[in-house]
């Protein structure tokens, strides 16, 4: 063989070298990649604590020392097979809402309002939605971005201020959680729920 094609031979062994290479996992990249995922999902859980999401999405029970969020349901909304009777009428003063057992349904004079199932169910959660989806729906205030009002007890207004982050790890956290098949009711307006 002459030199020619000894270094042609040469070259093109190196460069299918050169292009395996490129298209092989990197271990390192990987370890980072699922480290800085394990830390996203980490402080998404550190913030659903502390900013009470558990407090609404989680049903509540009885339990030996008075009510506590039932966890076996951990973020599912208002129980779907849970009927709620017409909420109790306020006389006119100072008292404003009424507050199921569950402390997932809510009355005041925006009507009803069930919390929703935050777990990342496909059918009844979370589960097909996007980060983006996620982002606008605490952004704006708005299911989705674009739909029907989040009404109270959501607090909105100081949720809007999570920083983009915030929120991304958030999502993370709740992707990573139990999905749990749970239907919650869509809200009643005023009218609806004074005829109830």
């Known amino acids: 063989m002459n030199r020619s094609r000894i270094a042609m031979t040469s ?27 394990a830390e996203r ?23 030996p020392n008075g009510p506590e969020p039932d966890m076996s349901r951990m973020l599912s909304g208002h129980p779907e097979q849970l009927d ?22 809510w009355s005041g004079p925006w009507g009803v309002s069930f919390t929703a199932n935050l ?43 999570f920083t983009d982050a915030d929120l991304e790890a958030i999502f993370a956290y709740l992707q990573s959680i139990p999905a749990v098949k749970n239907r919650v009711p869509e809200p009643l307006a005023p009218a609806v729920a004074a005829a109830n």
């Open 11 to 37: 070259h093109a062994a190196l460069a299918a070298a050169l292009v395996a290479l490129a298209g092989a996992p990197n271990p390192a990249a990987a370890t980072d990649g699922a480290k800085s995922d």
């Open 41 to 63: 999902i980490a402080r998404g859980k550190y913030l659903v604590t502390v900013a009470g999401c558990n407090d609404c999405h989680t049903p509540w029970k009885m339990g």
């Open 84 to 105: 709620m009777p017409p909420a109790p009428k306020l006389s006119q003063g100072p008292w404003l809402v009424t507050v199921g057992a569950t402390n997932t349904a």
């Open 119 to 161: 777990t990342p169910d496909g059918e009844t959660g979370l589960g097909k939605w996007t980060v983006r989806t996620f982002k606008d729906t605490i952004r704006t205030g708005r299911r989705m971005g674009r739909g029907r009002a989040i009404l109270p007890p959501m607090p909105i207004p100081m949720y809007k201020n």
